[in-house]
Each structure stands twice: as structure tokens, then as C-alpha cells.
């Protein structure tokens, strides 16, 4: 599977497929879970804020409640491994924690509501009631319940749905509602009674999780990975050390990724692009063992506190991208959230995705805002003295950024408040956008709601040799009449297929094929002995089928006769002729590739499509240059029309 090595490390196919939204893929690499475990208790809903804050007033235990209700709605819960929960000892709380700090938290146990606000107002942005210490050993003892599942091979993965949150908080403080720290905990844990020695810890909500930061940012087997908004440190924590170029200290430089948003509105584009050009090349080089992810959702639609515009559907995919890495091992901790709605479908369509359903269509315009592009270029020129994926990159950090001079402007008029997080929280939802947020949800419910085929691969595969290495499939076999049969090969070089083993594979593509458009399987897996017959067949009957958007990814050398001006079919050619003839258009990009390695293709192919293992990429092997510059040639041509591609200011402004 080497070659796939190269897709993920230079992000070329992923910008493609997401770009485009294709109805069907013809190779898509779809994890499926053996296993995913949800551990949730009501107990932990047994806390909540007694006096008057405008700062904590947002974190409610129905954050809790109703992702659960909406869990059960969808029938997710049902298809989960229900573990139980328990509490951490102190031992586990200290492996982040120091002993005086522990002391605090109990002792609120037996305080009254005026020692208790005293006690909070010792820290920042946080609220304690009596039950608050027994949760946070609830919600580091589910966390760790579910390393522990994922860990001993009971479950693939799973999601711990927790409160209170915990990446905030730190060694002597707790911060920003969080009073210890869940995920730095499992981290610490993992590392000590599993022996791991590279853990990856991605934190998607919206704010910084300087509490992980400070834990692990001289820690090399810890790799910390974090997009928050920011606002050139205008939005709380308000930390100089949420920038881009805090990259980790000593042994941990190059270990601590920042990609900071200086402004509000950031979508599903934005998001996927920090994936593609920052995350997903560097944790590929990193080959984690285990995923963790603070799986905050204040980056979502609709929040109060983010002000971002990611939609559900993106949870999914960012959940699906991670689940390739660690061989699936994931662990999804909840920690922000505020907009109860778009929280609890957030949650669902990780848990959904985790479980291995297909993925809902990503909606929205695929292009990156400008300010989003200068954050990537800012990490990736941050972080290029310590990847090798990112050795070529030519870009330097950027100083004049395009959100500065409206932010001096603003600060001018507004002054810093000294509750900024009550302050964004109240901020600039004005009525119009909390309608069309609402609406917007409203529609996703229905659309996510789409029954899952119940059979996942269908087959149709000629070789015995093959068929046995396959796990538990379909297998399709259709007979046509002559008619259906001769519509069916009309247009195409009918010579080639006139051999009745040709004919008899060509129907069985077809039969697969129906069959995943029909919805009766999620995918399927044909063989074929004249394959540029085939592919032209198919993707023929897909356009029949009335499809408009189709992908076709081809490697190795084919000539096909097809017309693919009218952008319903997009063709990958992955070939080691180069077609010097033909240039690259939008629809048409062939990638003139020198590589040697033997794929298996039949059962890598078969493999990751029922995904009974994700397939290992093994150890880390940088691209030659040859190959990178090929890319990079490629990417200069194609980064106009798909704009996915572009992740340096001049790609940006040359396609405007
Ligand atoms: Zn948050």
C-alpha cells in the first residue's frame, strides 16, 4: 500500500474528493469499526452553576442530555459497546495534577454556595458545586475507560461523552470550566500501562487547549494538535502562546501545532484545508499508535461562543480522515459545545462515522478564505524545520496579516473586557442568523437520516485465488439479455469483449454497481480483465443513473475514450507514461508517478473497503523529489480551479 503512503503525505487525492462531493467513488478507503464504544452516565449531569455568571452560565447539563436523547433518536446508541463508567483514583488524576490542586477540588465537596464562589473565583471562567469533584473523577474514569476498551481490542473506538471538560484546566489550576484534565490524563495513561510511544491529540474545539499544551510541549511522543479562534490574542484565553509559532519546547519542538483563526465564520473549507495541508501530512509522518480527540463542538454551526460556520456533516468527515491514522484506534472526548443543537448532531455524526456509516455529502462552497490560507501558511512555514512532509515548502511566515488592520480598528473602539468569554458569548448572534442556524439544522436532521444499506461490499471477484483472502461480502453474479448487454457495450470497443469471460466480469461489474446505486450496498469491489472496457462501462452507467458528479481514480497506464468536458466525471489517472500529447485539464489530472512498489490491489482494495483492519501504512517513507515536484507542478495548475489545493497566500491570490 505504499503508494498510498504518497497520497496522504502531499494530500492530493482527499482535496479532490472532498472538492467535488462525488456521488460515487469508484476506490474509496472507508474505515469500518469493529467496535465503537460510547460511555456516557446521567450522573455526570449532577452539577451545574448556583448563582448568577454570565461567563459559565453556557456550560448546562443539557449539553450532556441532549446529545444522548439525539444519540438515541438516530438509534446510535443501540449499535454501541456500552461500557461502564467509573471514577479515576487519585493516582490517575495526579499523573497531570499536583496533590495541592486535588486537595482544592475535594474540599469543595462539603463548601457552601459563598465558599464555593470564592473558590471559583480563584480561577478563570470556572464555576464548582458540590457534586463537581465527584463528576471530574467521572469524567477522567470514563475517559480512561475508553482507552482502556480501545486499547485491549474490545472496541475499535468510541466516544466518552463527559462533563466537566478538561483541556483547560492544569497542573495547579482549573480553567475555562475544565477542572482536570481528561484527555492530558488518558495521554499520560496510555503512555504508562500500554507502553505507547507516539499518541496524537487532536483538538478540534473552538478554543486553545493551552492545558494540553503546558502538559506535553516538551514531550516528543505527544504530538498536540489545535485550531482555535484567536484574533491576534483577542479571544480568550488571550494567550501569546495560542500563535502559530509556539511549536513546543526542547525534545517537543516541532510537537505542538497551533493553527490559530483570526476570525470568526471559519467553515467546512476552512476546516478541511488545516487538514489537508497541516494536520493530515504532519500525523502521517508521525504515525501515531492512538488518537486521541478533544472533541469540542463550540467550532460548529451556530455556537455562541465560536461563531464559526463548520456544519455537522464536516464532523464527519474530520472523524473519518483521523480513523485512517493509528489503525483506527480513536478516542473522541467531549469537551466544548454550546448550541445544544448543533452540539447533539455534531456528536451523532462522529458517533455515526466511528461506527463506520458512509459519509453524508459535505456542503458549501470548497474554497478556503483568505485568512485561513495565511494561518496554513503560518504553521507549515512554523513547522518546516521539523517534517520532512513539509522539507519543500517554499512559503515564509507571513507578517502583515489581512485580518490585523481591521482588528487595531476594532480594538480601538472596543475595549478588551475583562470576561471575554461572556462577552463573545453575547456578542454578534443577532436574530436572522440564529433562524437560519435553526433552519439549517433542521434540514441536516432530515437529510442525515437516510437508512444505511445493509450489507456493506458487494463483490463480484473472478479469481478463486483472490476470493478466499476476501472477508464475509456479497457476491454478485447478474445475467443479462442481449439487449440490456448490447446498450451496455454500445460506443465502446466492442472487440475487446467478445471473449465470454470478459462479458460474464463486465455483467457482474454492472450488477455491482447497481446495486450501490440502488443503496443495497455501501460499496463493492469488481474485477474486470479488460478494465479500460470496464471503467468506460461504468462510469457510462452511472451518468445513466442520472449522477452528476462521478470520481474516477485510474492507476496505472490507460487510454480511455471518454468526453469529460461537461465536469460530471472527474478522471485521476495515476500512470507512469507521461501524457505528453494531452495537458491536464479540470476534469481530466494525470499524475506521472515513478514508483516501483507492488500493490496487492485486489485485496488491499477489499481490505480497506469492509475495513476488517485499516491498512498499516508502516514506517514513514519522505517522497523522492522527483515525486514532489511533480506534485507541486501539478498543484500549481490545478490550485485555480480547485481551490482546495492552494495553501500559501500566492496560490490564493493568483486564483482570484
Ligand atoms: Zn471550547
Redesign the pocket.
Known sequence: MNSLIFFCNFCFLPEICTNVSRDVCFVLFIAMASGTALIYDDEMTSYKLLWDDPVCDIEVPERLLASYEQLKHYHLVERCVHVPIREATEEEIMLVHSSEYLEVVKSTQTMNEEELRRVSGNYDAVYFHPNTYRCAKLAVGATLQLIDSVMSGKVLNGMALVRPPGHHSQRNAANGFCVFNNVAIAAQYAKRKYGLQRILIVDW???HGQGIQYVFEEDPSVLYYSWHRYEHQKFWPLLRESDYDAVGQGEGKGFNINVPWNKVGMGNSDYLAAFFHVLLPVAFEFAPELILVSS?Y?SGIGDP?GQMNATPECFAHLTHFLMQLANGRLCAVL??GYHLKSLSESVCMTVKTLLGDPLPLISGNMAPCLSAIESIQNVRAAHKPYWKCLMYEEATPLQDLSTKSQQMMEAELIQTSTHPVAEQAVGTANSDEVIKTDRFLESHMKKILFPVPPVKTAAAIVSKADAHLLPILVQVEMEMNAQQLKTLISGVDAELVTEEKALLSLQNMVAVLDKILKKEVCNGIAESPVASVSTTVALKHCIGFGLQRVLCIVVGDMDLELDLDDGKILLINICQKRRSEKTNSKYHISLHWKEDTEIKLVQSVAKALTAVSTPDFGAYAPASQENVLEIKRLRDQLQQEWKMLQCSVKDWISGT
Do not use: I, L, Q, R
Open positions: 474545539d473552538v478554543h469540542g463550540d461562543e469537551e466544548g
